[in-house]
């Protein structure tokens, strides 16, 4: 690589495409980075509590590092689209919620209607990708506080992900992480032996 | 009831294209977005042409697109995706004909002339023949920024014009060549997807105000420029790049056409 790529050019790599939702996850990615004087993560310096699983997280965790794998991206399954990235080195934590009126605009509307066709006419496929772009334009120059709401919140960030020790399950045999093991009367089983006979999960 | 039935008008005759709408919004370049009280929406490009509200009645008047094809151009690709060239390496350039990006025809190549440009000294170049295009082989170039252009004469003199860049970092400014109409780059630079660019029309090398501008990329499935703008009273205009790889900028005053490709990968 010539030159080190930048934070777009990251999220859409990772992402497969562009779209509003991963260009409002860049938009947060860096101003994040920015606010918390950060730089991309290396070994969980940095951790992203987000509370949906839209594009939005794909663009946080390609440009912040803060990924499924490494233990520093939890995932809070309510449905809304806000983000609260912290920094364990500067003890900081600052929160974003997404405007609920950022993506009403006429253009949104349209640009998800064509998103859930199935198949495109060659003039909605040219609609769709000037829509992409008026969007595109619109997001990356709009002011922060047009599309999200943030604030410096008291940083309650979760310890560094712990790597547990790893047993068989008694029914299938293949490794579990000990802390996910369920005891029964079959023995120690791993969440799926112990759904597939039917016991309660306790997990 | 408040909604209205909205009709378009397609060449004398009348046809529903939604009904139950309540809402219009008139938006940029005849752009009109309709939505229903079913939650149905279409923009569709058109002029509004009559309310009739006591009977709930909205009459459209399509806006076709106007795509302006006087004669073909020509413009200049690189034969790389990488946005530039490394020092050795050949380099290698694409000379096309046709309209927004897509190519028709092969370009007569005996007839165009190819001109390399250095520091401000201009040298000639070849150019082979191939089976869709034609073909600019620089050789291995040093370190730092070459502009190519071509000339073709003729009822209507067509300059295609390319800044390559050789190696990486140079973003010092660039100087016009001295086309009779040229566009420039404003500020030459590693220009990317998500920025925007500036560029400067020159005519006999002063700006040239209030001339349109049309900008397309590569790829794009718009069948005109999806970008066209007029050039503010220094020549100017700006667009924000939306899409990767390289684009093409197109002007034409009087019976000369002038492209700049803007070379790029993200």
């Not at chain 2, 370009?107 to 295009?133: H, M, N, Y």
Request: overall charge negative; aromatic content about 8%.
């Amino acid at each position: 690589m010539c030159k080190d790529m930048p934070p777009l050019e990251l999220a859409i790599q990772f992402h497969g495409h562009i779209c509003p939702g991963l260009l409002m996850g860049v938009r947060v990615a860096e101003f994040a980075q920015e606010y918390l004087g950060v730089g991309r993560d290396y070994d969980e310096e940095l951790v992203a509590i987000v509370e949906t699983d839209s594009c939005a997280v794909d663009a946080i965790q390609a440009i912040l590092g803060c990924t499924f794998g490494k233990g520093n991206l939890i995932f809070k399954d309510y449905g809304k689209s806000v983000f609260t990235i912290g920094s364990r080195e500067k003890s900081k934590a600052v929160r974003f919620s997404q405007n609920i009126d950022a993506l009403a605009k006429p253009q949104f509307k349209r640009f998800r209607e064509l998103n859930q066709k199935t198949s495109l006419s060659s003039d909605e496929v040219a609609e769709k990708e000037n829509l992409v772009g008026e969007l595109f334009e619109k997001i990356m120059t709009a002011s922060f506080e047009e599309l999200f709401k943030w604030r410096e919140v008291p940083y309650e960030i979760p310890a560094k992900a712990r790597i547990h020790k790893t047993i068989p399950c008694a029914l299938c045999g293949e490794g579990v992480m000990e802390t996910r093991v369920i005891i029964s009367e079959r023995g120690k089983l791993c969440p799926s032996c112990q759904a597939e006979i039917g016991g309660e999960l306790n997990v | 009831m408040c909604e209205a039935n909205v009709y378009i008008n397609r060449e004398g005759r009348e046809e529903i294209l939604m009904e139950k709408v309540d809402r219009i919004i008139p938006g940029e370049d005849n752009n009109i977005f309709l939505e229903s009280i079913f939650g149905e929406r279409k923009i569709v490009q058109a002029r509004i042409r009559e309310m009739e509200l006591v009977h709930h009645r909205v009459v459209l008047e399509e806006v076709k697109q106007e795509i302006i094809t006087p004669d073909k151009e020509i413009w200049l690709e690189p034969e790389t995706d990488h946005g530039h060239f490394h020092e050795g390496e050949e380099v290698r350039l694409k000379v096309f004909q046709g309209y927004n990006m897509r190519a028709e025809g092969k370009p007569a190549c005996p007839e165009l002339k190819a001109f390399a440009v250095v520091d401000g000294e201009a040298r000639q170049i070849d150019i082979a023949e191939k089976e869709d295009c034609g073909e600019i082989n620089l050789g291995s170039e040093v370190d730092g920024l070459v502009q190519v252009y071509v000339r073709e004469s003729g009822k209507i003199d067509n300059y295609a014009k390319i800044v390559v860049e050789v190696g990486h970092h140079h973003h010092r400014g660039l100087q016009a060549i001295g086309l009779p109409l040229e566009i420039i780059p404003c500020d030459y630079s590693h220009a990317r997807m998500g920025e925007s660019y500036e560029v400067q029309v020159l005519k006999e090398g002063k700006p040239l105000p209030g001339v349109l501008v049309r900008a397309t990329f590569a790829g794009t499935h718009n069948r005109d420029y999806p970008h066209k703008l007029n050039t503010n009273d220094e020549g100017k205009v700006k667009i924000f790049l939306t899409a990767r790889g390289n684009y093409l900028f197109s002007v034409n005053d009087g019976e000369i056409r002038s492209t700049y490709t803007l070379m790029k990968s993200f």
